[in-house]
């Protein structure tokens, strides 16, 4: 397995990791979505270390395909939303709405990591505004 060794520490929050390393776990116990695995995370007397030693996931952003490829990508993205969809949260919240999981992010292109050559979804990466909201949200 590959790692990434050329990396940058994030300058974001500590409390964004956390959210990243939570929803990697949760969504490799509950659906087949394509994830980076994540390596090492812990935490200790009250500090959240994040390593994000992630697999290195091969291919490119989305977003640096050109338009032709990026709408045979586009087509293969709707049943990874819908896994996302279908999961719920019995967390309390507006009544009368129901809270479903949404990344918050996928519209950009930037966090879907492509095989260029297939044209095939090889991983979704950068989970930290993902989480359950009300269905109109994402």
């Known amino acids: 397995?590959?790692?990434?060794?050329?990396w940058t520490p994030s300058a974001c929050p500590p409390q964004r990791w956390k959210t990243d390393a939570a929803i990697l776990v949760y969504l490799r116990e509950k659906t087949n979505t394509l994830l980076p695995r994540l390596?090492?995370?812990?935490?200790?007397?009250?500090?959240?270390y994040f390593s994000i030693e992630l697999e290195l996931v091969p291919g490119v952003t989305m977003s640096q395909l050109t338009e032709e490829p990026k709408q045979v990508v586009i087509k293969e993205l709707p049943g990874h939303i819908a896994t996302?969809?279908?999961l719920r949260s019995d967390t309390l919240g507006v009544p009368g709405q129901s809270l479903l999981f949404a990344l918050n992010r996928v519209h950009r292109g930037h966090n879907v990591i492509v095989d260029p050559e297939a044209l095939?979804?090889?991983?979704?990466i950068d989970?930290?505004?993902?989480?359950?909201?009300?269905?109109?949200f994402e």
Do not use: C, V
């Not at 095939?120 to 979704?124: P, S, V």
């Not at 505004?129 to 109109?136: K, R």
């Open 120 to 124: 095939k979804t090889n991983a979704i």
């Open 1 to 6: 397995m590959a790692t990434a060794t050329n």
């Open 39 to 48: 390596q090492h995370t812990f935490e200790d007397d009250g500090t959240f």
């Open 127 to 136: 989970w930290e505004y993902g989480g359950f909201w009300p269905e109109w």
């Open 84 to 86: 996302l969809r279908s």
